[in-house]
């Protein structure tokens, strides 16, 4: 079974990361601005490196909350009036 993942955004900046299992993520921005000793250099397909501001972690291991908020994002959107 793949694992399941939940990326929560507000304001365009992630709040938070949660999964089912234990999972490590990156997260890689080539549009923010960070301190000059926070770039990374990322490298990409055409064999040259990105400036990014880049961070890993640990998702938030709660299995109960990603079934419940895969379940509402599934669901088919209320018609409003």
């Not at 990361?17 to 055409?46: G, T």
């Not at 299995?63 to 088919?76: D, I, K, Q």
């Amino acid at each position: 079974m793949k694992p399941k993942i939940v990326i929560v955004v507000e304001g365009g900046v992630i709040q938070g990361v949660l999964a089912d299992c234990e999972v490590e993520y990156v997260v890689i921005d080539y549009d923010a601005d960070c301190d000059l000793a926070d770039i990374k250099y990322i490298p990409q397909d055409s064999g040259d490196d990105a400036a990014a501001c880049a961070y890993s972690g640990d998702a938030e291991t709660d299995p109960g909350r990603v079934r419940e908020l895969f379940e509402a994002a599934n669901t088919p959107a209320k018609e409003t009036a």
